[in-house]
């Protein structure tokens, strides 16, 4: 669990004393590295009594060609603008440029939060 609450330094480097011990609305998670590969998923409790299911690894996304969606299986990351670490190591996230068996798709949903990959067909 990572504390997404305040920092423990002023900006002039000084110490700030804690007013309160951390709270659990303040705590955040480390994000899901959605993998090309096998379907893994994991099911992780939020607030408000609900879930999330996370994508640990997938092989399939739903690509939209023109009004026309197809399940489609992901074989590579080519591109991914939020790291360049990312494509040597598959992870995919929004933005992503994906090869699927369709041609090659920009990601538009957020793997790591919904679970799933959908994709819309890029022309080259």
């Known amino acids: ?3 997404q609450g305040r920092s423990t330094r002023k900006r002039t480097g000084g ?11 303040q705590l955040g998670r ?8 096998e379907p893994r998923f994991r099911i992780v409790d939020t607030r408000g009594n609900t879930e999330k299911t996370r994508a640990l690894a997938t092989d399939i996304a739903n690509v939209n060609k023109g009004g026309e969606t197809v399940e489609a299986t992901i074989e590579d990351v080519v ?8 494509v040597r190591r598959n992870i995919i996230t929004k ?3 994906i090869e699927t068996d369709a041609g090659t798709a920009r990601v538009t ?8 990959v959908n994709a819309v067909a890029v022309d080259e």
Not at 79 to 86: F, R, T
Not at 109 to 116: E, F, I
Request: proline share 10%; aromatic share 2%; no cysteine.
């Open 1 to 3: 669990m990572q504390d």
């Open 15 to 25: 110490r700030l004393r804690p007013i309160r011990n951390r709270k659990k609305h």
């Open 30 to 37: 480390l994000p899901t590295e959605t993998q090309v590969g």
């Open 79 to 86: 591109e991914n603008d939020a790291n360049p670490n990312y």
């Open 95 to 97: 933005g992503a440029l």
């Open 109 to 116: 949903s957020r793997p790591g939060q919904t679970g799933q």
